[in-house]
């Protein structure tokens, strides 16, 4: 059974920086690519970042490129995402997930329908 468990959230202020963990089990998770999400309060969950299977490939949304940084270390299963220059509205929950590919991932969401507890990430203006 897949488990992925989210940590490294808190609360920060404007311009502050966290970097968030993600530790997957049940599998092995180093031929998929991994990736972030985000579900803000009364928003629909939305893709932040992924990353390929080698880390050799990311992709991030508009709103986090030049920000955030995604990074894997396939022999701990685990995938990070170090946030820097915080803003007001990356006030969410922040999960990972797997998937086929980081292009897929960004367009179609990932691979499993199954999500962690989250972490939830602050950032006072």
């Known amino acids: 059974q897949v488990q992925l468990v989210e940590s490294g959230g808190g609360l920060v202020q404007t311009g502050g920086s966290l970097r968030l963990s993600c530790a997957a089990s049940?599998?092995?998770?180093?031929?998929?690519?991994m990736g972030w999400f985000r579900q803000a309060p009364g928003k629909e969950r939305e893709f932040v970042a992924a990353?390929?299977?080698?880390?050799?490939?990311?992709l991030y949304a508009d709103s986090v490129k030049g920000r955030f940084t995604i990074s894997r270390d396939n022999a701990k299963n685990t995938v990070y995402l170090q946030m820097n220059s915080l803003k007001p509205e990356d006030t969410a929950v922040y999960y990972c997930?797997?998937?086929?590919?980081?292009?897929?991932?960004?367009?179609?969401?990932?691979?499993?329908?199954?999500w962690g507890q989250g972490t939830q990430v602050t950032v006072s203006s």
């Open positions: 997930n797997v998937g086929l590919s980081i292009t897929t991932m960004k367009a179609t969401g990932p691979l499993y329908d199954y």
């Open positions: 990353i390929s299977w080698s880390g050799g490939g990311t």
């Open positions: 049940g599998r092995t998770f180093s031929s998929y690519a």
